[in-house]
């Protein structure tokens, strides 16, 4: 379903994106993943299981957080820490952009809404719980110009749905969480985060139930 400004309240001056599953349909992507990541796939699987058990855990900054990250991926496999930050950042980080630029595009009405938000006057923040967020929107061909402000949760200190990631937005944007509207394809990262900071939030396929 196509989301259009028909989601904004009067009271909505800033729009929050989630990025993957939400700008572009990212079915198919774990077997993409392994097709190029093949040989990696114990340290695809770490991560997957590690980024569960760090849902919503706020660190307080970005290199407290990925220090703590990378230990804890590297504890369930036979890789040291070192060597996991180092493949996390040159390998899978880049491997999830060349997944995208190859197999998949921005939905249809991304392109159309980022343009009637700023003709509102309606700000528009990319959050995306991984990494390499500017680099994955360029792999989608989208202008990062259409975008206020594109960040990683993780750059905040965190993952989704911690709260505190809603804060620093609102703080960055000059205005309240409550005045934003957070769009993502997820109840249990976008859907919690917005709600526990009484943002609206709009589910990806449902925009027409903003809650
Ligand atoms: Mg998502």
Redesign the pocket.
């Known amino acids: 379903m196509d989301i259009t400004t028909s989601v904004l309240t009067p009271n909505t001056h800033v729009v929050v994106l989630?990025?993957?599953?939400?700008l572009y349909n990212?079915s198919g992507m774990i077997g993409e993943m392994m097709l190029l990541g093949i040989g990696q796939w114990w340290r695809l699987l770490a991560e997957r299981k590690t980024r569960k058990a760090f849902r919503g855990q706020y660190l307080g900054c970005e290199e407290l957080f990925y220090s703590t990250y990378y230990r804890a991926i590297a504890n369930r496999t036979a890789f040291s820490e070192k060597y996991i930050s180092n493949w996390y950042q040159n390998t899978y980080m880049p491997m999830m952009v060349e997944v995208i630029r190859r197999w998949h595009q921005p939905m249809a009405w991304v392109v159309p809404f980022a343009k009637a938000c700023h003709e509102k006057g309606v700000k528009l923040v990319v959050l995306s719980?991984y990494g390499h967020a500017k680099e994955k929107l360029q792999a989608l061909g989208l202008d990062l110009q259409s975008f206020d402000w594109v960040v990683s949760a993780p750059e905040l200190g965190g993952l989704k749905p911690a709260p505190q990631l809603m804060h620093h937005i609102a703080d960055r944007m000059g205005v309240t969480p409550q005045q934003c509207l957070v769009i993502?394809?997820?109840e249990d990262?976008?859907g919690d985060m917005a709600r526990a900071v009484n943002a609206k939030f709009c589910l990806v396929g449902l925009c027409n139930n903003v809650t």
């Open positions: 989630d990025l993957d599953g939400t990212k719980d993502g394809d997820r990262t976008d």
